[in-house]
């Protein structure tokens, strides 16, 4: 069974410094996805990055990237720069990969507080 | 732009009563998801469209749950007899069969409190 592991339930940055979330997978599969989410208070979950497990070169966004470790079934999200407006619950998912991935499966989240 | 709308956005309901969800996604996306989320969790797979035919169901969708896509566009998600672990967020979210990636696109959600 896919499982997706994030191991901070809360972190903080100050602003304009540089932070990492951690997330780690468990698959047999070797075609996947991987993405991450943020969720700000009570609004909608929008796509932060997204990354194909085929590609060995690390998805950038901006100020966010990834560092994707296959063979450690890691794939860490780094906030460049941080803003005020970065705060937010953050999810790691997973998608398997061929015709039957469908379903995502989610993390359970880390809470990221930017402090002015 | 019209992301992926839900309906009501809050709804607060007696034990036993029955409630209906209805979730709109993005115009040219094929496939629709339903998730519930907890406090403290992410969001949990409940079933899947593509176009009016449910593909997967989870097993966290019980008989009291049932979900309709009638004409491949909108989608509906009702509980009947609702209980108070029946409270939480429920997310749909859609996505385009030409996407590789199959990004989903969620929105915002429906809160559901049994009393």
């Known amino acids: 069974a896919q499982t997706v592991t994030q191991s901070q339930p809360e972190m903080s940055v100050q602003e304009a410094e540089t932070v990492t979330l951690s997330c780690t997978y468990d698959?047999?599969?070797?075609?996947?996805?991987l993405f991450w989410y943020k969720q700000p208070p009570s609004r909608q979950m929008i796509l932060v990055i997204r990354q194909e497990a085929y590609k060995q070169q690390n998805a950038t966004e901006n100020r966010f990237s990834v560092n994707f470790q296959k063979a450690a079934k890691s794939f860490s999200l780094k906030i460049s720069d941080s803003q005020l407006g970065d705060a937010a619950m953050y999810f790691c998912?997973?998608?398997?990969?061929?015709?039957?991935?469908?379903?995502?499966?989610f993390g359970t989240g880390t809470s990221l507080t930017v402090i002015p | 732009d019209t992301g992926v709308s839900q309906n009501p956005r809050h709804k607060i309901t007696k034990r036993g009563q029955n409630v209906t969800f209805r979730c709109d996604p993005i115009?040219?996306?094929?496939?629709l998801y339903w998730y519930r989320q907890t406090l403290g969790q992410g969001p949990e797979f409940l079933t899947y469209f593509q176009n009016e035919a449910q593909l997967e169901k989870s097993r966290l969708l019980s008989d009291r749950f049932s979900a309709e896509r009638p004409k491949g566009s909108f989608s509906t998600l009702e509980i009947q007899r609702t209980e108070q672990g029946d409270s939480a967020m429920y997310l749909c979210?859609?996505?385009?069969?030409?996407?590789?990636?199959?990004?989903?696109?969620f929105g915002p959600g429906t809160r559901l409190t049994v009393l």
């Open positions: 979210a859609s996505s385009a069969r030409s996407s590789g990636t199959n990004e989903q696109f």
């Open positions: 698959t047999s599969e070797s075609d996947y996805y």
């Open positions: 115009s040219e996306h094929n496939r």
């Open positions: 998912a997973y998608r398997p990969g061929g015709g039957t991935g469908n379903q995502f499966y």
